[in-house]
T-cell receptor, first 113, second 114 residues
Framework: GENVEQHPSTLSVQEGDSAVIKCTYSDSASNYFPWYKQELGKRPQLIIDIRSNVGEKKDQRIAVTLNKTAKHFSLHITETQPEDSAVYFCAARFTGGGNKLTFGTGTQLKVEL | DSGVTQTPKHLITATGQRVTLRCSPRSGDLSVYWYQQSLDQGLQFLIQYYNGEERAKGNILERFSAQQFPDLHSELNLSSLELGDSALYFC?????????????FGPGTRLTVL
């Protein structure tokens, strides 16, 4: 079935360090992988996404890598800042049946001063 | 601001009642998606509509139903409410066409069932 696993569930880093969150997906035909950031009580906000024909994408301090063979993708945040503290969700779009996203269970990132 | 609007922001009701949540997509978007987020849980896909037609269905309970109107706004109806239905309900919209089909989320409706 359609499944996305996300690790770790919580991540604590010191300000200025890097943070890495990893996700694996079950359907090798998946073609779109967004990452969302959600602050407490607020809506999920898209921070970066990657499509299956690309191996890596970068936007300032944020990067996403995709390994289609291993069916996993990762979010990398460099030079972390306190405002990066939030819950991060990965997602995958599985082929067949609309455009729905299946989300991972989330990673609570805490950036400590 | 994503351009997706949802009303009401908060809703408190009793078990057994019925409520309607409303979503207006971003201008030009044809697809609307509904997600449920329970406390400390991830986002669970409920249902998708595209230009008025149901396109995909997730683990949506039979007590829940949705529709998309000609003006493209959507409503999610929750009936015979149970305590476990308390959650944040998000609507998202996308263009619904092509490969650039990013989903943008609304601010959510927090439902509390007492």
């Amino acid at each position: 079935g359609e499944n996305v696993e996300q690790h770790p569930s919580t991540l604590s880093v010191q300000e200025g360090d890097s943070a890495v969150i990893k996700c694996t997906y079950s359907d090798s035909a998946s073609n779109y992988f967004p990452w969302y950031k959600q602050e407490l009580g607020k809506r999920p906000q898209l921070i970066i996404d990657i499509r299956s024909n690309v191996g890596e994408k970068k936007d300032q301090r944020i990067a996403v890598t995709l390994n289609k063979t291993a069916k996993h993708f990762s979010l990398h945040i460099t030079e972390t800042q306190p405002e990066d503290s939030a819950v991060y969700f990965c997602a995958a779009r599985f082929t067949g049946g609309g455009n729905k996203l299946t989300f991972g269970t989330g990673t609570q990132l805490k950036v400590e001063l | 601001d994503s351009g997706v609007t949802q009303t009401p922001k908060h809703l408190i009701t009793a078990t057994g009642q019925r409520v309607t949540l409303r979503c207006s997509p971003r201008s030009g978007d044809l697809s609307v998606y509904w997600y449920q987020q329970s406390l400390d849980q991830g986002l669970q896909f409920l249902i998708q509509y595209y230009n008025g037609e149901e396109r995909a269905k997730g683990n949506i309970l039979e007590r829940f139903s949705a529709q998309q109107f000609p003006d493209l706004h959507s409503e999610l109806n929750l009936s015979s409410l149970e305590l476990g239905d308390s959650a944040l309900y998000f609507c998202a919209s996308s263009s619904g066409t092509g490969r650039s089909d990013t989903q943008y989320f609304g601010p959510g409706t927090r439902l509390t069932v007492l």
